[in-house]
C-alpha cells in the first residue's frame, strides 16, 4: 500500500511526469519520423542494386564490431527497457538510439529481413533515459516515462498510437498491464505519432474491402466462418511459438557455435544470401512491406490480391529467423506481420475463407502470440483494418495468445498470468526457459 508520504506526492509526480513526456514524446517522434524516412531510402537504394545483398555479412560485421566495442549494455535491446522498468538501477545508455538505427539501416541497406519496431523501441526508451538522467528521476519515476518512451516510439512507428500505448503497459508482464501508467503513454503514444505524422512520415495502409461483405450474411454462415477464424487463430499461435522458439534455439546454437560476437552475423549473412538462391526470389529480403516489382509477394500484395501464396510465410520466417538470430539489428515484428498475413493468405485457400480477412488476422495474431501482448494487438487490427471487425480480430489474437505456449520473443518479460498447462517457474520467461 502506498504510504501518506506517497499520495501526497502524486499530483507533483503526475505534472513532472506529464512536462517531461512531451517533448520526449516529440522528441522520439522527430526520430521515428527520420528513421522512416531513411528506411524508405535504403530499401530503395538496394531495389536499384541488388548486388547490396553481397555485402551483408560485412554490414553485419561492422554493426557487430561498432557494438563490440562501443554498445556496452545496448546490445540488450529491447530486453533491455524491459529490464529497466522492472529494476530502474541502470538506466538506459543514451548511446542506445543511435546504435540501433545504424545497424537497422545497415541490415535493410543490405537485405537483411528484420523489422522496426526493435529500432522504434530502443529510440523512445534511451530518449526517454536521456531525459530521466538530464532530470533526475527518482527510480520510481522512471519506469513511467521508460514505458512512455516505448509508447511513443511503437505508436509513431506504426501508426497506431492507441496499440503503442496499451503495448507499453502490455508488454512488461504477462497478463497484468500495468495501468497507472496508462495515461502518461496513450499522450506519449498521440504526441509521438501526431509528430511523427506532422513531419510528414506516411504509414502503409491496407484495405479488405472482402471482409465487410463476408461478414454479411445468414447466421449460419457467420457461425462457421467464426470458426474457422479460431481454428486458425490456434495455428497463429502455434506459429509464434516457433517462431519465439526458433530465434532462441538458433540464437543460442550460434553461440555455441561462433563464441565471438562479432563473427555470428558474417554467417548468417551468409545464410541468407544462400536461401535467396535456394528460393531464387528476393521477396523474404527486407521488411518485406513493398516492392517495385508487381509480380512480388508483399504485405501489401497479401491485401490486394485474392490469389493464394502456400508457402510464402514459411520461406518469411526461415529468412527472419536467420537474420535476427545472428545478430542483426531491426528486431522481429514487421516480419512477423509479413508471416503472419502470409500464413492467413494460405489458411484461407485451405479453408475456403477470405484470403483478406486472414491476412489481416494472422497479421496481428501471430504477433499477439509472440509478444504475449493480446490486447494490444487487437487494438492495433482495429486501428489498421476497422472497428467492424473488432470481434475476429480479438477472437484470433486472444486465442493466439492462450495456445502460443510459455514463451515469447521478448525473454524479459515477467510472468503476471500462467498459461493453461503452465508448469515452468521463473518470474520472467528467461528464467522459465534456463529452468526446463
Given amino acids: 500500500m502506498p504510504t501518506h508520504h506517497q499520495i501526497r506526492r502524486l499530483p507533483r509526480l503526475s505534472l513532472k511526469l506529464i512536462g517531461l513526456t512531451l517533448p520526449m514524446a516529440a522528441a522520439a517522434g522527430t526520430a521515428c519520423a527520420f528513421f522512416l524516412w531513411s528506411l524508405e531510402a535504403v530499401t530503395s537504394l538496394r531495389f536499384d542494386h541488388p548486388w547490396l545483398l553481397y555485402f551483408l555479412p560485412v554490414a553485419g560485421v561492422l554493426v557487430a564490431w561498432i557494438y563490440h566495442r562501443y554498445g556496452g549494455p545496448s ?3 529491447n530486453n533491455l527497457i524491459l529490464d529497466r522498468i522492472h529494476d530502474p538501477g541502470g538506466g538506459v545508455p543514451r548511446r542506445m538510439a543511435p546504435l540501433v538505427l545504424l545497424g537497422t539501416l545497415a541490415t535493410h541497406l543490405c537485405g537483411g529481413s528484420a523489422g522496426r519496431e526493435g529500432t522504434a523501441v530502443q529510440m523512445g526508451g534511451s530518449i526517454a533515459g536521456a531525459v530521466a538522467r538530464h532530470f533526475r528521476l527518482e527510480a520510481g519515476e522512471l519506469p513511467i516515462l521508460l514505458m512512455a518512451g516505448v509508447a511513443a ?9 492507441l496499440a503503442g500505448a ?4 502490455e508488454v512488461a508482464v504477462i497478463g497484468r498491464p500495468k495501468l497507472m501508467a496508462l495515461p502518461v503513454c496513450l499522450l506519449a503514444a498521440y504526441l509521438g505519432d501526431w509528430t511523427c505524422r506532422a513531419w510528414g512520415a506516411g504509414h502503409t495502409h491496407y484495405h479488405i474491402q472482402e471482409v465487410a461483405e463476408a461478414a454479411q450474411g445468414a ?3 457467420r457461425a462457421l466462418l467464426l470458426g474457422k477464424i479460431a481454428l486458425a487463430a490456434v495455428l497463429f499461435g502455434i506459429t509464434g511459438l516457433l517462431f519465439s522458439e526458433s530465434c532462441h534455439r ?6 555455441r557455435w561462433i563464441p565471438h560476437p562479432v563473427l555470428r552475423p558474417a554467417a548468417g549473412g551468409a545464410a541468407v544470401i544462400s536461401l535467396f538462391f535456394l528460393t531464387g526470389s528476393a521477396d523474404y529480403l527486407g521488411l518485406g512491406v513493398w516492392s517495385p516489382d508487381p509480380e512480388a509477394v508483399t504485405l501489401v500484395s497479401l491485401f490486394g490480391s485474392p490469389e493464394i501464396h502456400s508457402w510464402s510465410w514459411a520461406w518469411k520466417f526461415v529468412f ?3 537474420t535476427v538470430s545472428s545478430g542483426f539489428k531491426g528486431g522481429e515484428v514487421t516480419p512477423m506481420f509479413f508471416i503472419g498475413a502470409a500464413l492467413g493468405n494460405a489458411l484461407a485457400g485451405v479453408m475456403g475463407a477470405p484470403p483478406g480477412l486472414f491476412a489481416a488476422l494472422g497479421f496481428v495474431a501471430v504477433f499477439a502470440g509472440a509478444s504475449n501482448t493480446p490486447l494490444a494487438c487487437t487494438l492495433m487490427g482495429i486501428e489498421l483494418f476497422g472497428f467492424a471487425y ?3 480480430i480479438a477472437l484470433a489474437c486472444f486465442t493466439a495468445f492462450l495456445c502460443s505456449g510459455h514463451t515469447g520473443i521478448y525473454l524479459s518479460q515477467r510472468i503476471g498470468f500462467r498459461k493453461p498447462g503452465w508448469k515452468k517457474s521463473g518470474d520472467s520467461l528467461r528464467e522459465a526457459r534456463e529452468r526446463k
Fill in 75 to 77: 546490445e540488450g535491446g
Fill in 390 to 392: 473488432a470481434l475476429p
Fill in 166 to 169: 496499451v503495448f507499453a503497459v
Fill in 219 to 221: 447466421f449460419s454462415a
Fill in 250 to 255: 538458433l540464437s543460442a546454437a550460434l553461440k
Fill in 320 to 322: 527472419t529467423a536467420v
Fill in 153 to 161: 516510439g511503437f505508436g509513431a512507428v506504426f501508426g497506431t498510437p
